[in-house]
């Protein structure tokens, strides 16, 4: 079968190593000139790193991912350690260790192993049509290209998710969200006056945080989040004036850390938004994946590793189902729809407890933090992964008679 899938991101080009490790005919088609990735880094849950393992990519992802090995939370003030713990009991749990990546090497990666002469940069995708089993894409220079199967995995303004919800003809316009915060990301050296080098460092106060993680090549991934409302004008020559005027006299571990940003070297700036959970995912033989189907605030770490569970899902149901191409999608739209969508609302939560939208709760959630022992932290993580489909290969091992949700 011939494939279009529009989208080279973590979605699109996993999707292409899945169909065509199937016997799939697939190509792949992105708006972007050249491979230059929005942030930094990603926390690869052991969700992700498993369909990633599936894919025959087990050594290289674990080659790119930083040894993260405990946690912390700090008070972003003082310095003072709220909380400290080991996160081992994530991979004995959920049978896979997490993996902190430069964003870039693991896109690298995908596209590299999908086959770089199957994707067609610089195509933006402006129409699509079905006339019957025939899926046609129209792009922006007047080109065509026609399948039996169109993926959409074009991200949060999905051209291909307004022809699924049949915005054209007068169906539902999904519109994101802004989850009411600025994240500022990219990579530093290793500097252990920042945090351990082997720990997820995290300072907290006035619904503020800087955190670190570690990523392999001897660097920290970055990222800080200040609330404030949309539209804030930036321009990168400020480099990291918000950050001095949102940091000023915070602990010395803040300090240092916005001292050896080089805004020049690795400094993005993005604002957070999501999308209400929606359901269908499909419509004939196009459907959506990835960040066009869940835009996910990355409170959780979870919308790539989610894109990579559709990959799995959407690999399954064609590789299993024989009825028809359009079944097939059905059925990946119904295994997907709803475990995505509580991953929206689980990081709207825990996005709207740790930006002090509500400063009571906010504080609750600081003074928790002084009598964590891990536990709470580990269930919320591990929550996170027990429905996901790729468990069938072994599942998550709780603690007896705890539930993990
Ligand atoms: C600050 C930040 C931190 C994050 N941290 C994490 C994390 O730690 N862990 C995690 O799992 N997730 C994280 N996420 C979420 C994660 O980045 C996304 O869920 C993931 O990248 C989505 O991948 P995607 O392939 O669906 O979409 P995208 O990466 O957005 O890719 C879509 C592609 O489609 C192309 N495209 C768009 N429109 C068209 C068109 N009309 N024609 C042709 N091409 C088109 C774009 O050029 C793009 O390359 C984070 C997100 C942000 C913003």
Not at 12 to 24: M, N
Request: with cysteine; net charge negative.
């Amino acid at each position: 079968m011939k494939v279009i899938i529009i989208g080279a991101g973590i979605g699109g080009a996993s999707a292409g190593i899945a169909l065509k490790r199937l016997g799939h005919e697939v190509v792949i088609y992105d708006q972007m000139t050249e491979n230059k990735p929005v942030g930094a880094a990603l926390s690869l849950w052991s969700n992700g790193v498993k369909v990633l393992n599936w894919l025959g990519l087990a050594d290289e992802v674990a080659a790119l991912g930083g040894r993260m090995d405990d946690m912390a939370y700090l008070d972003g003030h003082t310095g003072e350690t709220l909380c400290r713990f080991s996160l081992a009991p994530v991979t004995e749990q959920t049978g896979q260790r997490p993996y902190i990546v430069a964003r870039a090497d693991l896109q690298t990666l995908l596209m590299q192993r999908f086959g770089m002469d199957d994707i067609r940069l610089g195509a933006r995708l402006v129409g699509l049509i079905a006339n019957g089993a025939i899926v046609t894409a129209t792009f922006a220079d007047g080109s065509t290209d026609t399948a039996d199967l169109l993926i959409g995995a074009d991200g949060g303004r999905s051209f291909a998710r307004d022809y699924v919800t049949g915005v054209a003809e007068g169906g539902p316009k999904i519109e994101r969200t802004y989850a009411g915060y600025t994240n500022f990301n990219g990579l530093i050296p290793i500097d252990e006056a920042i945090g351990p080098a082997n720990q997820w460092t995290t300072y907290v106060a006035e619904g503020k945080r800087c955190s670190v993680m570690p990523v392999a090549g001897g660097r920290f991934y970055f990222f800080i989040d200040i609330p404030q409302p949309a539209g804030v004008p930036y321009d990168r020559a400020e480099g990291t004036q918000p950050l001095e005027a949102a940091f000023a006299g915070w602990a010395p571990g803040v300090r240092v850390l916005l001292d050896t940003i080089d805004p020049e070297a690795s400094l993005n700036r993005v604002e957070i938004w999501d999308v209400d959970p929606f359901h269908t995912w499909v419509r004939g033989r196009v459907a959506i994946l990835g960040d066009a189907a869940h835009n996910t605030s990355p409170d959780i770490g979870q919308g790539a590793c989610s894109a990579l569970e559709d990959t799995f899902a959407l690999a399954i149901t064609l590789a299993t189902n024989t009825i028809s191409v359009e079944d097939s999608l059905l059925r990946y739209q119904r295994i997907r729809s709803h475990r995505a969508a509580d991953l929206v609302l689980r990081a709207r939560k825990r996005c709207q407890e740790t930006h002090a939208f509500d400063p009571e709760a906010t504080q609750a959630w600081y003074d928790r933090l002084r009598t964590e022992d891990g536990s709470g932290i580990i269930r919320g993580i591990v929550g996170n992964i027990v429905e996901s489909p790729i468990n069938l290969g072994g599942g998550v091992l709780g603690p007896e008679g705890v539930d993990l949700r």
